[in-house]
T-cell receptor, first 110, second 111 residues
Framework: DVKVTQSSRYLVKRTGEKVFLECVQD?????MFWYRQDPGLGLRLIYF???????EKGDIPEGYSVSREKKERFSLILESASTNQTSMYLC?????????FGPGTRLLVL | AQRVTQPEKLLSVFKGAPVELKCNYS??????LFWYVQYSRQRLQLLLR??SRESIKGFTADLNKGETSFHLKKPFAQEEDSAMYYC?????????????FGEGTQLTVNP
């Protein structure tokens, strides 16, 4: 069974803080993704990675960066959190175009 | 650029009634289409993909390239079908597995 875990279920941060969201998968998948999920907007791709140390911008990369130093771990970084980054963040890994999602991190930026 | 549209944000039906969740896409190439589902307090998961041409939990979806649609259907809705449903598109020409998701439809099946 594929397992994708995210470091926090809930997170509260202040404007201007640097925020790290961690994602780990245990199935040796090459592709990993970060989305944000907002009501009425669906899932929007922030960044994805198809290999260690490789990254590609998604549809809404502004204000975010990522790191993939090991195959199983994909980190999303908010360099300076802002209130409009309050959202649910979903991580996924994939094989054969099927994506497996983590439980999500609900981030509140005050 | 590819785009996926789900015109209904909310859909409410009664148990036993037929249900259809609409999905339209725009993409000039050869698409692969998927339906993902998120039940309350559960993680998002794959429901079905058009390539498999399978029925999952009584749901089916047919890719209509002429109408650029991939509607999800079930003849008799059950209360446990209540969930958020997302349609997603992958570009067959790319080797990666990037998906473009629609806005989602919240389905409620009333008793």
């Amino acid at each position: 069974d594929v397992k994708v875990t995210q470091s926090s279920r809930y997170l509260v941060k202040r404007t201007g803080e640097k925020v790290f969201l961690e994602c780990v998968q245990d199935m040796d998948h090459e592709n990993m993704f970060w989305y944000r999920q907002d009501p009425g907007l669906g899932l929007r791709l922030i960044y994805f990675s198809y290999d260690v140390k490789m990254k590609e911008k998604g549809d809404i990369p502004e204000g975010y960066s990522v790191s993939r130093e090991k195959k199983e771990r994909f980190s999303l970084i908010l360099e300076s959190a802002s209130t409009n980054q309050t959202s649910m963040y979903l991580c996924a890994s994939s094989v054969m175009k099927t994506q497996y999602f983590g439980p999500g991190t609900r981030l509140l930026v005050l | 650029a590819q785009r996926v549209t789900q015109p209904e944000k909310l859909l409410s039906v009664f148990k036993g009634a037929p249900v259809e969740l609409k999905c339209n896409y725009s993409y000039s190439g050869s698409p692969e289409l998927f339906w993902y589902v998120q039940y309350s307090r559960q993680r998002l998961q794959l429901l079905l993909r058009h390539i498999s041409r399978e029925s999952i939990k009584g749901f089916t979806a047919d890719l209509n390239k002429g109408e650029t649609s991939f509607h999800l259907k079930k003849p008799f809705a059950q209360e446990e079908d209540s969930a958020m449903y997302y349609c997603a598109l992958s570009m067959r020409e790319t080797s990666g597995s990037r998906l473009t998701f629609g806005e989602g439809t919240q389905l409620t099946v009333n008793p």
